[in-house]
């Protein structure tokens, strides 16, 4: 059998299960970003941020605040609620109306939204601060949303997941690294093995660097090793790089897929770096996979308009079948 008709088979069976998704699993999917976003938030970087964070981290109600990864995941998902499709002039608009420096933007995606919101065309804003395109993780930070949403529609996930990452992160790797996460969170949608999200990227991944690192965490699984949060940060990386932590992400997701959602929060916090990026990606991938009913109770009454999140999730799911 080819490669291609590998990837053929495993779309052809993805497009089939899609069909028993549920409304709980975009709520997992998308409470669970947000949870893992917001609850590791308080250990990503050093003590610079980590003091920033303690005096802003907290929102209304003293509930745990999340960042931009939530921020802009909401956003993408408003614009495909109401235009039913990815419309990437207004992606680009809400993305850059829904900044907030507090809600710890990069300095690079922050230049890039300002940009946006001033009237320059997006187009012309991706790569105005990094002339051949951001390759961090900010792409695909928020593509669980896109493989949830499209799902049903495998033949399209590439182009859709590295359109949106383009907006803000037009570097190659980039938009690679987001469709990964995409196809990542579609696959664990259909209830497969967890090693088959990580073995569902392989024959996609084009960039050497998240081959060679997807090889490594598909033999962790295969051979069900158990490495220490040193050996995942050496080999995998948890960097704001993509390729320093799409595969981290995907690999905390599938190793934690038999065990509660606190394992796969608490791995991404072990692991220091780039936490609340690597523990939402990680999370909503968790979370698409179990549906809102697995995650913890308490959690979500501490997190930050959780209602609002949910209710954005069902009417996602009611579009995505519109």
């Known amino acids: 059998m080819s490669a291609n008709d590998a990837d053929f088979n495993l779309f052809s ?21 947000a949870l893992g976003d917001a609850f590791a938030a308080p250990y990503e970087g050093g003590w610079l941020e980590r003091s920033v964070w303690l005096a802003i981290g907290t929102a209304k109600g003293g509930r745990r605040r999340w960042t931009d990864d939530t921020q802009m995941s909401l956003d993408l998902a408003a614009s495909l609620i109401d235009r039913g499709d990815v419309d990437l002039d207004d992606i680009s608009q809400r993305f850059a109306n829904g900044y907030r420096w507090s809600r710890g933007y990069g300095s690079g995606a922050a230049k890039v939204l300002k940009r946006i919101r001033r009237g320059v065309p997006w187009r012309e804003a991706s790569t105005s601060v990094y002339p051949g395109g951001s390759f961090g993780n900010g792409g695909a930070m928020r ?8 799902a049903g529609s495998p033949d399209v996930l590439e182009e859709k997941s590295k359109a949106v990452a383009m907006i803000t992160h037009a570097h190659p790797l980039a938009q690679e690294a987001a469709y990964l996460i995409a196809l990542a969170t579609a ?10 999200v990580v073995s569902a990227c392989l024959p996609v991944a084009r960039e050497p660097e998240l081959q060679r690192r997807l090889g490594i965490a598909h033999r962790w699984l295969s051979n069900r090793t158990v490495p ?7 080999e995998l990386g948890n960097g704001v ?14 190793a934690g897929a038999d065990g509660p959602f606190e394992s796969v929060l608490d791995s991404a916090i072990a692991g220091c ?9 990680a999370c909503a991938i968790w979370g698409a996979a179990k549906g809102k009913g697995a995650l913890p109770v308490d959690k979500i009454r501490k997190l930050e308009r959780a209602d609002e999140i949910q209710a954005t999730a069902s009417r996602l799911h009611a579009k995505s079948l519109a």
Do not use: C, H, W
């Open 13 to 33: 069976r993805t497009q089939r299960l899609n069909r028993a998704m549920t409304r709980e699993q975009f709520e997992g999917g998308l409470l669970g970003l």
């Open 143 to 150: 593509s669980p949303v896109i493989g949830m949403y499209f």
């Open 187 to 196: 696959t664990a949608m259909t209830q497969r093995t967890a090693n088959e």
């Open 228 to 234: 220490d949060a040193k050996t995942i940060k050496a």
């Open 241 to 254: 790089a993509a390729v320093d932590s799409v595969v981290t992400a995907l690999y905390l997701a599938a």
């Open 273 to 281: 770096g780039d936490t609340d990026t690597i523990a939402a990606m």
